[in-house]
């Protein structure tokens, strides 16, 4: 899901919106298959994919869940997390969400910020 929807639609965001309104930031937490999903692996797969955005590497959790995929109660990948220039989240969406849909919650969201700055 990741690699068909989720880092696509990704590409698309970081390409569609003013770095100054959206920021694009991966989330690489390991869950399963621990022993093929290395740093190595994904800077060799980031490299090939042509990622261009931050990808951060979720740190081991307590259980079988990474830190971050624990704490914002992640179910899964692909999964999409919306957070605001307040750092509060104001969005998680597991699975795929249609451009149509993530445009419109991405800018009334760029709308808000701007209402705040001015």
């Known amino acids: 899901g990741c690699v ?8 698309r965001i970081a390409a569609g ?3 100054a309104d959206v920021a694009v ?3 690489h937490s390991v869950f399963e298959h621990h022993a093929a999903n290395t740093r190595a692996a994904l800077e060799a797969f980031l490299h090939e994919w042509r990622i261009r955005f931050p990808v951060a590497i979720d740190a081991p959790g307590t259980g079988p869940l990474p830190r971050t995929m624990e704490a914002w109660q ?7 997390v919306l957070i605001d220039r307040e ?7 597991f699975g795929q969400v249609s451009d149509l849909a993530l445009g419109a919650e991405l800018m009334a969201l ?3 910020g701007r209402t705040r700055s001015a």
């Not at 992640?74 to 999409?80: F, K």
């Not at 750092?87 to 969406?93: K, L, S």
């Open 4 to 11: 068909l929807h989720g880092l696509p639609q990704a590409q």
């Open 17 to 19: 919106f003013d770095a």
């Open 25 to 27: 930031i991966g989330l």
């Open 74 to 80: 992640l179910q899964g990948t692909p999964t999409l």
């Open 87 to 93: 750092g509060r989240m104001r969005a998680r969406h």
């Open 110 to 112: 760029v709308a808000e």
